[in-house]
Nanobody, 125 residues
Framework: QLQLVESGGGLVQPGGSLRLSCAAS????????IGWFRQAPGKEREGVSC????????KYADSVKGRFTISRDNAKNTVYLQMSSLKPEDTGIYYC??????????????????WGKGTLVTVSS
């Protein structure tokens, strides 16, 4: 069964950093585009970032540009989301998802077929 597992969430003060990981079991992420999404309390899930299978193309939500960096290490079958200069509004459950042929285009979320269960990020003093 294809599974994605997120890790790295936690409590951090405003201005701090966290690195989230998305690891896959039972399949290789090599040819999959990976998206990071988040859902804040009382809000809809939103796309945060995307990286293509080749790693050559990335996409970021305007709210995280310049602060978050997505990367992948196919040898470790893992995708990362480095989050810096965190703000309270970054609080939420962060999910990773995998899909193919999204090209990380404007509606890349539609191509995501496999989802992890999420990891909680809380930014608070």
């Amino acid at each position: 069964q294809l599974q994605l597992v997120e890790s790295g969430g936690g409590l951090v003060q405003p201005g701090g950093s966290l690195r989230l990981s998305c690891a896959a079991s039972a399949f290789s992420l090599d040819y999959y585009d990976i998206g990071w999404f988040r859902q804040a309390p009382g809000k809809e899930r939103e796309g945060v970032s995307c990286i293509t299978g080749s790693g050559t193309s990335t996409k970021y939500a305007d709210s995280v540009k310049g602060r978050f960096t997505i990367s992948r290490d196919n040898a470790k079958n893992t995708v990362y989301l480095q989050m810096s200069s965190l703000k309270p509004e970054d609080t939420g459950i962060y999910y990773c998802a995998a899909g193919r042929f999204s090209l990380c285009g404007p509606q890349y979320y539609r191509a995501m077929n496999y989802w992890g269960k999420g990891t909680l990020v809380t930014v608070s003093s």
